[in-house]
C-alpha cells in the first residue's frame, strides 16, 4: 500500500482506540474526553508512573506519539493487564512504524504489570501493511459526520465513554 505518511498521522492512543472500539476513536477524535472521569484510567496512571522507575520515562515525539520507555534498544508501553492484547500491539507496532519513518529503529516491549510478564514486539513488513491499513480506516472513522453505531462489548462497562453510550438503557 503506497500512503502519504504525513497525511495519515495519528496520535498513538487512537491506534489504540481503533482496535478497541471505533466509537470510541470517533468520539476522541472530536475532543470528547472522558477518560478524567474515569478511575481505571486513574489506576493505570499511578501504575504507570510506579512502575519501571529507572527507566527513561514518557518521550514525546511530534505531539503525537508518547512512548512509555525508551532506551538505545528498545521502546517499551507499560499497560496494567494484557485484555486489549491486539489493540496494545498494534499501539506499540505503530510507534516502531512510527519511528522507522524518522529513520530510527527499535524492538518493542509491553510491559504487562499485574501479570509480571514482558511481549516483545518485532515491526515486520507484513506489520507495516497492518498498520498502513489501519491508518487509513482510522482517517475515514475520524471523518465521518455522526459516530459508529455503538455495539456491546464485554469490557463496555469499564470504560470511560459508556455513559456517553449507553445512559438511560436498561441493564439486561
Known sequence: ??????????????????????????????QITMEHTN????????????????????????????????SDDYVGEVKSSSRMMEADRM???????????????????????????????????????KVEKALVKIREINSCESPPSKKRLPYCPKCAYYLFCFVGEVEE
Request: glycine share 2%; hydrophobic share 35%.
Open 1 to 30: 500500500m503506497d500512503i502519504n505518511f504525513d497525511d495519515l498521522k495519528v496520535q498513538g492512543i487512537q491506534m489504540q482506540y481503533y482496535y478497541v472500539c471505533p466509537r470510541k476513536l470517533w468520539l476522541f477524535s472530536k
Open 39 to 70: 478511575d481505571q484510567v486513574l489506576q493505570g496512571k499511578i501504575l504507570h508512573e510506579q512502575a519501571y522507575s529507572r527507566e527513561k520515562k514518557e518521550v514525546s515525539i511530534d505531539n503525537l506519539i508518547k512512548l512509555d520507555m525508551i
Open 91 to 129: 499501539q506499540l507496532l505503530y510507534y516502531l512504524y512510527y519511528l522507522k519513518q524518522l529513520k530510527i529503529e527499535r524492538t518493542g516491549k509491553i510491559h504487562y504489570v499485574k501479570e509480571r510478564r514482558t511481549e516483545e514486539v518485532y515491526l515486520t513488513t507484513e506489520d507495516e501493511k
